[in-house]
């Protein structure tokens, strides 16, 4: 991935910047109390709650600039200011997800990629892990298998290409599998374990696909999915 120093200038100002806001926060607002309740231990509180606010703020933020400045699907070149914002915004989300991933369970998981971003429906199982998870949609009752990994994103001969990803309601995604820039599962649709499913693939309702990469195996009946 092509980077300047300005990338390194910017994102280090901003995760300063958010530092600084979770750390004075802490100060007026949680500190007077963890020391009242927790005496010596009131350094553990205020690590606890200085992670919670940095993933916090930085949601914040994610969301604050992508109301004002949406990413733009499509494809551009490395030198674009696009591919700038792109690395600006996903620099933000990686710090601010790894700051919450010690309170991350696999119950959390689908309000965390949520909160930044995602648009996540009722009843999701979620096992793997989301990039991007602004470009990305995952309906009600779908499952997202362990290590699974939806990505909206592709890198490839100088250019990045940014493109939605739609799981549909019901739809399954095995473990270990890899959904790439652009795909939609249709409704109640399963990928087997390990697939791989390429960019712009449309997979229809009700069918079985699996493979590297992934190709239909067959339709699913609707007594299979009522079970």
Not at 133 to 156: F, M, Q
Request: contains cysteine.
């Amino acid at each position: 991935m092509k980077t300047h120093p300005v990338d390194f200038l910017v994102s280090g100002l901003i995760i300063l910047g958010l530092v600084v806001a979770s750390s004075s926060s802490i100060a007026v607002f949680v500190s007077p109390f963890s020391i009242m309740w927790f005496g010596k231990f009131h350094i553990l509180a205020d690590g606890i709650t200085f992670l919670l606010l940095y993933g916090f703020y930085s949601a914040v933020l994610i969301h604050f600039c992508l109301k004002f400045h949406p990413l733009k699907c499509g494809t551009f070149s490395m030198d674009d200011s696009h591919f700038f914002y792109w690395k600006f915004i996903t620099v933000i989300h990686e710090f601010g997800r790894g700051a919450l991933l010690p309170f991350t369970t696999v119950f959390a998981k689908p309000v965390v990629a949520s909160l930044f971003g995602a648009k996540m429906g009722k009843n999701i199982a979620m096992g793997g892990f989301l990039v991007d998870p602004w470009l990305i949609t995952v309906s009600d009752n779908a499952i997202l298998g362990l290590n699974s990994a939806l990505i909206s994103h592709a890198i490839t001969s100088g250019r990045i290409i940014l493109k939605p990803v739609n799981i549909h309601k019901g739809a399954t995604i095995g473990v270990n599998c890899v959904i790439m820039p652009g795909v939609c599962v249709g409704e109640n649709s399963v990928v087997v374990a390990g697939s791989v499913v390429k960019m712009d693939t449309n997979i229809p309702p009700n069918e079985l696909w699996g493979g590297m990469p992934a190709r239909k195996i067959k339709d699913i009946e609707l007594n299979d999915i009522r079970g």
